[in-house]
């Protein structure tokens, strides 16, 4: 009977050993397997569902996720957006950690996907980002068509040698991200210190934007002056004047539409005027007191003069 008993706890604890050891892990906020968080699900062919790698902790753009709780599935990450057009870093931990050999080559590769939708609990993965040999960590640009979305995921995968035709080895995916539509480019004033001017006279054109990162000027007829790169707000001498002139400032952001703002500048040729010199002779002068040639002859007469 005593060896019995011994056999028969001996035998347990071999049994709750196992389950232990081969009992699927909980890492992250998980992708469902049967509808319970297994860092292995039977997702794709010949996955095993026991894990050998445990994805710790996922970073992407400086957050940090490394929620383990079941309900973090359901809660979008607390700060911080994925924001379409924007290039971010995303890197992982794992138990892997400490297994590299002299030369940093991680013994894992990894696979880094990516899905959006419009629910916190969305579970498709069905972009890839790229592959990571021999290191954890990857740059993504975020594509301009998931703005449409109000959530996104990242999902990174253990994998062996080969990312194709070796099983999955762990695998975890981060919160939801929010997507933030990247702001428009939008030109908030351009204005000119005078829209009516003398010829050769001088004009200031000033403008400021908002959410622009690029501005291009544009005259018509062209002007030296106000011609290709501007920054994104400043003022600008326009020297001597001569013509109307149309001003034209084009801004733009790397996510939405061009935009423009056009001012013109009428510039008006002043009248000639003239005056009477000391020799009694008419002559041009830019604050004679005569606007035509005419009054000046008539009015520019030497006095007659008598003598005893």
């Given at each position: 009977?005593k ?7 001996f035998?347990?604890c ?31 062919p ?33 700060y ?5 057009g ?5 890197s992982?931990t ?18 880094v ?7 916190l609990d ?10 990571s040999?021999?290191?954890k ?10 703005s449409?979305?109000?959530?996104c ?11 194709n035709?070796q ?14 539509a ?8 351009f204005?000119?210190?005078?829209n009516?001017i ?15 990162n ?12 106000w011609?290709?790169a ?8 326009i020297?001597?004047l001569?013509q109307?002139?149309?001003f034209?400032?084009i ?22 005027k003239?005056?009477?010199?000391s ?16 009054s000046?002859?008539?009015n520019?007469?030497?006095?007659t003069?008598?003598?005893?």
């Amino acid at each position: 009977m005593k060896n019995f008993l011994k056999l028969f706890l001996f035998s347990g604890c071999i049994v709750l050993g196992a389950f232990f050891v081969f009992s699927p892990a909980q890492a992250l906020t998980i992708a469902d397997y049967q509808g319970i968080p297994s860092a292995c699900p039977n997702k794709y062919p010949n996955n095993t569902k026991d894990c050998t790698v445990f994805i710790n902790s996922i970073t992407v753009n400086g957050f940090i996720d490394n929620d383990t709780s079941y309900t973090a599935r359901t809660t979008p990450v607390p700060y911080g957006y994925l924001k379409p057009g924007q290039t971010i870093t995303i890197s992982w931990t794992d138990n892997t950690d400490g297994w590299n050999d002299p030369q940093g080559t991680s013994l894992n590769n990894y696979l880094v996907k990516y899905g959006c939708g419009n629910s916190l609990d969305l579970n498709n993965d069905d972009y890839t980002i790229g592959e990571s040999v021999g290191r954890k960590y990857i740059s993504w640009t975020v594509p301009t068509n998931v703005s449409g979305y109000q959530y996104c995921k990242i999902w990174v995968y253990a994998k062996g040698i080969n990312q194709n035709n070796q099983p999955t080895l762990g695998v975890s995916n981060t919160r939801a991200f929010s997507m933030q539509a990247p702001a428009a480019c939008q030109i908030n004033s351009f204005t000119a210190s005078a829209n009516n001017i003398l010829s050769g006279e001088n004009v200031t054109l000033s403008w400021s934007t908002s959410h622009c990162n690029a501005c291009t000027a544009v005259s018509n007829p062209n002007n030296s002056y106000w011609t290709g790169a501007k920054n994104t707000s400043g003022t600008n001498i326009i020297y001597n004047l001569t013509q109307d002139t149309g001003f034209t400032l084009i801004c733009t952001n790397d996510s939405s539409p061009a935009q423009s703002k056009n001012l013109i500048v009428s510039v008006t040729t002043p009248p000639t005027k003239y005056t009477c010199n000391s020799n009694y002779q008419c002559v041009q002068a830019s604050n004679g007191e005569y606007t035509s040639l005419a009054s000046c002859y008539n009015n520019c007469v030497a006095p007659t003069k008598y003598t005893c």
